[in-house]
């Protein structure tokens, strides 16, 4: 299994700027000097379990789960490749970028989530099958690298963010933009999209069965870094909990970074819910 994505210095990071502080504004509202903060975040310095629940209070963390991350005490199961229904996962790791693509499909067709690892290992995993769509969850490089090389020169339809149209001109394909709530007919899989803002403007997770694809919306034990600024950073801490979190606890989550997870495991061990 792969690591954690985040450590303790990420979670504090992604935490800080979401509340517009800098280093030097939380080091004057925790006593935690400045020099401490930036080693934590670079990950040269461990935090006493003081200065951990001091930091969770500061910056709205649960205390004990995110002393849990500081001291490496917790890692999630490991998530059966399976989907209800009858689908079956293949979770495609590239290590220069740690990121995520899954193949998702039953024995005739199959799509295709994201697409930041190599084409081959893509072409490898679909076989034989039909590629019935790639679905993106969002349009950072690290997550369509690959999609020219796979969709170049065919009608394969792109189901995408309306937001982040534009990150995918040119490319090829049959962009075919998603909102809320739509539920995608891809496949052998009917995908219910669930906007989680905030990461980008476009970030969306994708359910199927009893799984959701989510991106970087969360990460096992973490969310993604919010990019879309202070305004956003509750935005999508609210909506990973209500469209993700309510789901029942042996649902399976599928990251764009880090270990496979659970509704039940992140509410149990993730420090920002
Ligand atoms: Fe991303």
């Known amino acids: 299994m792969v690591p954690l994505e985040d450590e303790f210095g990420d979670l504090v990071g992604k935490s800080r700027r979401g509340h517009g502080l800098s280093v030097e504004e939380l080091a004057a509202q925790t006593g935690i000097d400045a020099g401490s903060l930036s080693a934590f975040e670079g990950y040269r310095h461990d935090p006493t379990r003081e200065q951990s629940d001091t930091l969770a209070k500061r910056l709205g963390l649960d205390a004990p789960k995110l002393w849990e991350i500081a001291a490496d005490t917790w890692a999630p199961e490991a998530v059966e490749p399976t989907i209800a229904g009858g689908l079956e996962v293949q979770s495609l790791w590239y290590g220069p970028d740690r990121v995520w693509a899954y193949v998702v499909g039953d024995a005739a067709s199959c799509v295709l989530i994201d697409a930041g690892v190599p084409e081959g290992d893509i072409r490898a995993a679909v076989g034989q099958r039909e590629l019935a769509g790639v679905l993106l969850t969002h349009t950072h490089g690290d997550h369509i690298n690959a999609l020219g090389a796979i969709v170049g020169g065919t009608d394969i339809p792109v ?115």
């Not at 490319?171 to 995608?184: E, I």
């Not at 219910?192 to 069965?209: F, I, M, Q, R, Y």
């Not at 042996?250 to 880090?258: I, M």
Request: aromatic letters at 6%.
């Open 159 to 273: 189901h995408m963010p309306a937001e982040e149209l534009g990150a995918v001109a040119g490319l090829g394909g049959d962009a075919r933009p998603f909102s809320d709530g739509d539920v995608l007919q891809a496949g052998p899989g009917g995908f219910k999209v669930l906007h989680t803002p905030g990461h980008t403007a476009g970030e969306s997770c994708l359910a199927v069965g009893d799984a959701v694809f989510v991106g970087d919306a969360l990460f096992a034990g973490s969310i993604g870094g919010t990019n879309l600024g202070v305004d956003a950073f509750p935005i999508h801490k609210q909506t990973v909990r209500d469209k993700v979190l309510t789901l029942p606890g042996s649902t399976k989550l599928f990251s764009g970074h880090g270990p496979q997870t659970t509704v039940a495991e992140e509410l149990a061990h993730n420090p920002f819910f």
